[in-house]
């Protein structure tokens, strides 16, 4: 039997196919332009209290006033910041949950190459917060008045010194192997299980040395208990003015710094992405956020989102290098 296809089907067929081709970029389109119609969630790896957790509520405070709608900051603290990442990473990709990244995320690219998620692949980046500069403090009975006394005792007596920090594989660990990596000295790494029992126990003499986040060493210097020989930022921070920078203190080109950043899951759409950074932008250069965020020890850095993706992956690499260097087992 033959069967006959009218006039005027094929053409409707065509009509109705572009039609529905056309239906889902403008879909697209309308949703980037009625962003955002409803609360957006930043989602924070980590407890409530911690430096993170405050910076992300500070910014959400401010971008809340930017964006008209509400901000909330949700915690989904566990395994190292994995847990938050996967669940952002298969969030809607609608501008909605964002993600709270920091440096252990990048360091963990390397050191736990195993995880649902790939940082390079499954997020786009909206734009960096925060760095948290790193302070260099030993045991003022220690005679070193200055980075190159140290460096210069450290290589007469190779791995004679310890220094502590939070854990294996942490921000403060491989800022104190990046700082042996590049002035060629060897050091004994004694790890804790956060940086509060590593700091108390560098108060009670049981180690000499911590690469400290500025939030814990600040006190303690103030008070003379800690001495401190170098900052690790690029450039001095105005919470320690006369506290030279430990590239400019004899080891040029050294930064190590903790630091916070947005994410958004991978094909959010670009209007999107844009959107919030530039609202980010406006909150980071607020006098007020700016003020806030110092009194935590962080240090605002507002950009665009290409260079804050350029960033991660200068510092995957850094750490990629070091975590190779000192043969540091990877995690399962």
Not at 23 to 38: I, R
Not at 99 to 124: G, R
Not at 274 to 280: E, G, I, Q, Y
């Given at each position: ?188 790494h004694v790890p ?49 003015p006369d506290l ?89």
């Amino acid at each position: 039997m033959r069967h006959f296809i009218k006039p005027g089907f094929l053409g409707a067929c065509r009509a109705i196919l572009v039609a529905l081709c056309v239906a889902v970029p403008l879909g697209t389109a309308q949703a980037a332009t009625d962003y955002p119609a409803k609360a957006v969630k930043i989602i924070v790896a980590y407890p409530p209290g911690g430096q993170n957790d405050v910076a992300a509520r500070i910014v959400g405070k401010s971008l809340a006033t930017h964006l008209n709608q509400p901000v909330v900051v949700e915690n989904k603290a566990g395994a190292g910041g994995i847990i938050a990442a996967q669940f952002v990473a298969s969030s809607a990709a609608d501008g909605y949950t964002l993600f709270l990244v920091a440096i252990n995320h990048a360091i963990l690219s390397t050191l736990k190459p195993n995880t649902q998620y790939k940082l390079e692949k499954d997020f786009v980046p909206v734009g960096m917060v925060a760095a948290f500069p790193i302070i260099l403090v030993i045991d003022p009975s220690l005679p070193f008045k200055s980075v190159r006394d140290l460096v210069a005792h450290a290589k007469a007596n190779p791995n004679k010194l310890t220094f502590g920090s939070s854990g294996q594989g942490g921000g403060t660990h491989l800022a104190a192997e990046l700082f042996c990596s590049m002035t060629g000295i060897k050091m004994r790494h004694v790890p804790y299980k956060g940086s509060a029992p590593a700091m108390i126990d560098l108060l009670g003499g049981h180690i000499q040395m911590m690469f400290a986040d500025s939030t814990s060493a600040l006190q303690h210097m103030k008070s003379g208990k800690l001495r401190a020989l170098g900052i690790s930022s690029q450039q001095r921070s105005p919470l320690v003015p006369d506290l030279p920078t430990i590239a400019e203190a004899g080891v040029p080109g050294y930064e190590s710094n903790s630091w916070v950043g947005i994410l958004a899951p991978a094909g959010t759409p670009a209007a999107i992405v844009t959107r919030v950074n530039a609202d980010l932008v406006k909150s980071l250069n607020d006098p007020a956020v700016k003020s806030q965020l110092l009194a935590i020890g962080g240090e605002p850095r507002p950009g665009k989102p290409e260079q804050f993706g350029d960033f991660i992956q200068a510092e995957i690499a850094k750490w990629a290098r070091i975590i190779k260097e000192i043969n540091l087992p990877l995690m399962e």
